[in-house]
């Protein structure tokens, strides 16, 4: 370790410690806790900046904070999945006194396969689960195919029938809207272009653009036939549609990010700095 | 037997949802192998905790390279699993929730996992930012519109947005900024993104149906 670093890591500690002391003294008369309280706080605006550090380069503040993410996050979600997962609806199933012991209402069978009694179907998943711990080990490793292929045949059995049914006839269904709405006349047709009273102008436009904007972007989509001529064409409306849609989506997700940082700046200069108000 | 088996798993499986979708007494069967899936789906998060461990106690006993970060990781690691499994810290004990308001699992989410979470995404804005700069060149048509889209839903969510067009008449208020990008949203937008589900869910079917019959096998691994 250089020099450098060390008078880095020696100031940031003094930074760290000011800052507990101070923060903690600033909730001394709000919270019983505020000695915990506040080392949280400055822990939490020290992760931010250190991943914040990034910006100016790669360096070990952030290093520190992305090894320290990958650790905890971890573990949360294996916490999360064992106490939800199995003590919430594995356990209650399975065994009345386990579930005296996590104090967890027990469950008579509602979902019980037919052909095994109620409690030995649901040790299924618990050998595949076991078999699939398997993968670590390096000879039994192979074993763990028969979970995974449990996975990957429900996960197609289910899906096949759902995108089937919400991502494609539901879509294709709701494309064929009517092109002449409402029809109250050339003169309404030209006056009334207002968009929150639903304008005969604009409804007919929305639906006509979504009409030929899904045709034109399945045409684009559809790789059998040479995009020339009026397919050609019909492909070139899809880029456009497709080009609006990414815009969107961009500016969407532009959107998100700015309003995550800007969460993350007035943690930092509000719970942290007390800056503004 | 490493490769029959797991196909006629999958077939089997993946057979049997499709099929009880047509028969009513089997319909709950989808609810029964949806909770055999999360309750694998915990074991899994265990397998890669457990890998996670192998892979960093190894850079730890090796004194690999940047073995001081992995062992950031696993003190986090088990820092996180220890007050989870055991709900240490929880005002509720056994019985409550894990999640408990004042809990330690809970404040170690909110001041760890939350600060480190949003923050890593937050980043992103910057570098967004100067994608931005790169994708927002009008060099031809396909970009100037994506340009003008992007641009147009941007300006439409701030107020400032508001205020460049609220001069609009109330009956060409389809032309003010806020609701233009409304109807692009609703419009074009709808449209693009319904292409792309059909898609999608066309994708999906096809490539199901590929991995029951056993044509795709990749999940598999390679033939040895």
């Known amino acids: ?277 | 037997m490493r490769r029959q088996v797991p196909l006629i798993i999958t077939f089997f499986i993946g057979a049997l949802l499709v099929i009880s979708v047509f028969i009513p007494p089997m319909v709950s069967l989808k609810e029964t192998f949806t909770l055999y899936f999360d309750i694998i789906a915990v074991f899994a998060f265990f397998l890669g905790g457990g890998n996670l461990l192998r892979v960093h106690l190894g850079k730890l006993y090796g004194k690999k390279q940047d073995w001081g970060f992995s062992l950031v990781t696993v003190a986090g690691f088990a820092m996180m699993l220890i007050v989870g499994l055991f709900k240490i810290g929880n005002p509720g004990g056994i019985a409550a929730s894990i999640t408990a308001e004042g809990s330690l699992f809970q404040k170690l989410f909110e001041y760890i996992m939350v600060p480190l979470g949003s923050t890593m995404y937050a980043l992103l804005a910057f570098f967004v930012a100067s994608a931005s700069y790169r994708a927002f060149r009008a060099k031809n048509r396909e970009a100037t519109i994506l340009l003008i889209g992007a641009f147009i839903i941007l300006l439409g969510r701030t107020p400032f947005g508001m205020m460049l067009t609220s001069w609009i008449p109330e009956q060409l208020s389809i032309l003010q900024i806020p609701n233009l990008a409304i109807w692009i949203m609703n419009g074009p937008n709808l449209a693009g993104q319904r292409a792309i589900m059909i898609g999608i869910g066309l994708g999906v079917v096809s490539m199901s149906i590929r991995i029951l019959l056993g044509i795709e096998r990749s999940y598999l691994g390679e033939d040895k």
């Open chain 1, 1 to 277: 370790m250089s020099r450098t670093m060390i008078i880095l890591l020696a100031l940031v500690a003094i930074v760290f410690a000011v800052s507990w002391a101070a923060k903690s003294a600033s909730l001394d008369d709000q919270y019983d806790d505020y000695i915990s309280r506040g080392f949280l706080i400055t822990l939490a605006a020290f992760l931010t900046l250190s991943i914040l550090s990034f910006l100016y380069k790669d360096n070990p503040f952030y290093k520190f904070a992305e090894h320290l993410f990958v650790g905890v996050s971890a573990a949360y979600w294996m916490s999360l999945g064992f106490w939800s997962t199995i003590v919430g609806n594995l356990i209650p199933r399975l065994s009345v006194t386990l579930s005296a012991f996590f104090k967890v209402p027990h469950i008579e069978d509602e979902y019980a396969l037919y052909i095994l009694p109620d409690k030995v179907s649901y040790f299924i998943p618990v050998v595949l689960g076991i078999l699939l711990l398997m993968r670590l080990s390096k000879k039994a490793g192979w074993i763990s195919s028969w979970p995974l292929a449990f996975i990957v045949g429900t996960t197609a059995g289910l899906n096949l029938v759902r995108y089937l049914r919400s991502d494609f006839i539901e879509q294709v269904s709701s494309t064929f809207v009517p092109l002449l709405v409402d029809w109250q006349g050339t003169g309404r047709f030209f006056s009334d272009f207002n968009l929150y009273a639903y304008g005969q102008f604009v409804t007919m436009l929305g639906n006509w653009v979504i009409f030929i904007g899904v045709l034109c972007g399945l045409v684009y989509f559809f790789f059998s036939k040479e995009h020339k001529g009026i397919f050609g064409g019909a492909s070139r409306v899809g880029i456009w549609v497709l080009m609006i849609t990414f815009g969107a989506s961009f500016g969407y997700t532009v959107m998100g990010r700015i309003s995550l940082l800007v969460g993350r700046l007035t943690f930092l200069f509000h719970d942290w700095l007390e800056l503004i108000g």
